[in-house]
């Protein structure tokens, strides 16, 4: 059930929620509840609407992640925020909770390619491979654990998950992509605390933050409340 206390901002055009970890980002085959839906029919219950409710999703975030995410409440908004997707005019910052200890800051450069459901890194000259930039920074380290300030620079699939576990620093509870250390026991720790994009009508950059959930180390969570 969708609960009203993840709306972060609601207007005519946008839905800016809090993403709990565990729960899809759209309906697949497994036919588990996802937010999309749950998301349309409080808006066809809080507005009163007949029929068919518009929400167009502009982007997603893996099911085991939580985080900021946005929805479109006409289809203008979704056209015009997909664009800004498509040409990396959204930033996109993320927090991640990695195996290991690491310092300082870097840029990672892979070429990945999407088999089926897994994400490889390739050479440079693979066919299918795609170009996927990232930039890291270390904020802090406790229990065997770095937490790291994330941005994508490039929009592809498990992008941040495949490019840390090739540096070395798989994110805690990402068995799929070589972690060795549980987290909450069914998702990982990767949470999207922050979204900026144009307002799709208005124009004005939009900012939106969140932290990570209390499944989260008290500590990590003091950290990202300080960015």
């Known amino acids: 059930m969708f609960d009203p206390a993840t709306i972060l901002h609601l207007d005519n055009h946008l839905l800016v ?3 709990p970890a565990g729960v899809l980002s759209q309906g ?4 588990d509840p996802d937010l999309l839906s749950m998301a349309k029919d409080y808006i066809k219950v809080r507005f009163e609407k007949p029929g068919e409710v ?3 999703l502009v982007h997603r975030l893996d099911r085991p992640v939580s985080g900021v995410m946005v929805f479109a409440r006409t289809s ?9 997707f498509k040409t990396r005019a959204i930033e996109k910052r993320y927090v991640a909770l990695v195996e290991g200890h690491c310092t300082g800051e870097g840029t990672l450069v892979d070429h990945l390619w999407k088999d089926h459901r897994t994400v490889r890194s390739v050479g ?23 937490l790291l300030d994330v941005q994508p620079r490039s929009g592809r699939p498990h992008q941040i998950r495949v490019q840390l576990s090739q540096m070395g620093r798989p994110i805690t509870g990402d068995f799929k992509y070589r ?7 069914r998702n ?40």
Do not use: N
């Open 17 to 19: 929620v809090r993403k």
């Open 28 to 31: 697949d085959a497994t036919g």
């Open 54 to 56: 518009f929400l167009g």
């Open 76 to 84: 203008k908004a979704a056209s015009r925020l997909s664009a800004q």
């Open 124 to 146: 440079e000259g693979h066919p299918k491979g795609m170009q996927s930039e990232l930039h890291w920074r270390a904020i802090g380290h406790r229990d065997g654990l770095t």
């Open 179 to 185: 972690a060795k250390q549980r987290f909450d026991g």
């Open 188 to 227: 990982l720790a990767l949470h999207s605390y922050r979204l900026a994009f144009a307002h799709p009508t208005q124009g004005e950059t939009c900012v939106f933050s969140a932290g990570p959930p209390d499944t989260w180390p008290a500590w990590a969570r003091r950290l990202v409340e300080a960015l």
